[in-house]
Structures are given as C-alpha cells and as structure tokens.
C-alpha cells in the first residue's frame, strides 16, 4: 500500500507557471505507474497525464496539456512532480496524484492509491 500527499496549489495568474508535488509513503514508491487527474467544479475527473514506474522513461498526456505540462519522478526522494507551465483559466481544477501498478495508462480506475488532492486556480 501507499500513501500520497500533494502540495503546491495556489493562485496563479493566466501564463503563469506552477510546481505541484506528491510525496509517497509506504510501499516501494519507484515500483508504482503514477498519474495526475484533475476535477473542475461540476466536472468529472479527466486526466492529466502518466509515468512509467522505475526510471519513469515513459510518459503520456492529455491533449489539453500536452507543451504546457511535464511529469516527472524522483525515486530518492519517493516524490512525483507535475510543472505547469503557461496556465490557463481552464486549467482551475484540484489535481490529484494517483498510483498504479503495470502499464502507463489513461484511465483513473487503473489506479489504486489517490491523494487527497491539491487546488489550483488560474485567475487574474
């Protein structure tokens, strides 16, 4: 089992940049696919984008976000990232990490651990 913890919501204005992370605990965190899924007010959940476990070589993401979104591990630190770049209203949502195990994939019932989620909101 593992725990997840993300941090580093906020208020950003439009085109700004943000740095959201999720801090892992428990089971052997470089052995986990892990994702980002966001959920706007009166939406469902979509995803955001994956990386492959181990030496996270793989990654996939939503067209949305796709140049503006990158995902990143640091097994050492059993911590995943998600730096957002050029941020738009759109993109006002809380931002959920999730872990997995297997294959990179899209959908959030793949994924069996979530955090509690973090909020960003773009605004000027």
């Known amino acids: 089992q593992v725990q997840l913890v993300e941090s580093g919501g906020g208020l950003v204005q439009p085109g700004g940049s943000l740095r959201l992370s999720c801090a892992a605990s428990g089971r052997t965190f470089s052995s986990y696919v892990m994702g980002w899924f966001r959920q706007a007010p009166g939406k469902e959940r979509e995803f955001v984008g994956t990386i492959s476990s181990w030496n996270g070589r793989s990654t996939y993401y939503a067209d949305s976000v796709k140049g503006r979104f990158t995902i990143s591990r640091d097994n050492a630190k059993n911590t995943l990232y998600l730096q957002m770049n050029s941020l738009e209203p759109e993109d006002t949502a809380v931002y959920y990490c999730?872990?997995?195990?297997?294959?990179?994939?899209?959908?959030?019932?793949?994924?069996?651990?979530w955090g509690q989620g973090t909020q960003v909101t773009v605004s000027s």
């Open positions: 999730a872990a997995g195990e297997g294959l990179i994939s899209d959908s959030a019932s793949y994924y069996d651990y």
